[in-house]
């Protein structure tokens, strides 16, 4: 099966500990991919938003890359994917940077069950003109099919910045709980 598709991911979220601010961030994204086959595919990326526990007043990202399905069954997929990325950060107190990374990924998921579903991501961007500067990202969800369109899931997040200025935090770890609806 070819086709285009467009992946559109929109997270927000706010929380305090006592009288302090623990997070407010909001992220949206949209990945389109085309497949040439049924192993091969292109895509495009776009990613912005902002997080205010780490000082990031705006960030954005977006490159191009290639990818490849190595396993494509009815209820598991694989694939990694190459390609560039370009970032500018927007910091306060006032800082701008912006890199030029590569982008490696690897992307699955599994149907366990009808209910029961498996995700996984791994992104690595080293920056091209300073081989010490790089940034990760693991992402995994387990979510659970409570009704067709209602979802609960489970998910862990940690991003690793070698990049960011001294006064931010190099890594940010999220676990959450979700309730997802799907339209």
Same mark, same amino acid.
Do not use: C
């Given at each position: 099966?070819?086709?285009? %598709?467009?992946?559109?991911?929109?997270?927000?979220?706010?929380?305090?500990?006592?009288?302090?601010?623990?997070?407010?961030?909001?992220?949206?994204?949209?990945k389109?991919?085309?497949?040439?086959?049924?192993?091969?595919l292109?895509y495009?990326?776009?990613?912005a938003?902002?997080?205010?526990?780490? *000082?990031?007043? !705006?960030e954005?990202?977006?490159?191009?890359?290639?990818?490849?399905?190595? @396993?494509?069954l009815?209820?598991f @997929?694989?694939?990694?994917?190459?390609?560039?990325?370009?970032?500018?950060?927007?910091?306060?107190?006032?800082?701008?940077?912006? %890199?030029?990374?590569?982008?490696m990924?690897?992307?699955l998921?599994?149907? &366990?069950?009808?209910?029961? %579903?498996?995700?996984?991501?791994?992104?690595?961007?080293?920056? &091209?003109? *300073?081989?010490?500067?790089?940034r990760?990202? !693991?992402?995994?969800n387990?979510?659970?099919?409570?009704?067709e369109?209602?979802?609960?899931?489970?998910?862990?997040?940690?991003?690793?910045?070698?990049?960011?200025?001294?006064?931010?935090?190099?890594?940010?770890?999220?676990? %959450?709980?979700l309730?997802?609806?799907?339209?």
């Open positions: 099966d070819t086709g285009l %598709r467009n992946i559109l991911d929109y997270d927000v979220a706010y929380g305090t500990t006592g009288d302090v601010l623990s997070d407010n961030r909001m992220e949206g994204s949209v389109t991919e085309y497949d040439f086959s049924k192993r091969v292109i495009n990326a776009i990613t938003g902002y997080d205010e526990v780490r *000082n990031i007043d !705006l954005y990202n977006f490159g191009p890359g290639v990818g490849y399905k190595w @396993v494509v009815t209820n @997929v694989f694939k990694t994917e190459l390609g560039a990325d370009y970032q500018e950060q927007y910091f306060s107190p006032p800082n701008h940077t912006s %890199r030029i990374s590569m982008r990924a690897e992307d998921w599994w149907q &366990l069950s009808p209910k029961i %579903r498996w995700d996984e991501k791994f992104e690595f961007f080293p920056e &091209l003109d *300073n081989t010490e500067v790089y990760l990202r !693991l992402e995994t387990l979510s659970y099919l409570l009704r369109n209602l979802t609960l899931s489970l998910n862990l997040i940690d991003q690793y910045d070698t990049g960011v200025p001294s006064d931010v935090s190099k890594n940010d770890l999220q676990i %959450r709980s309730l997802g609806i799907k339209f």
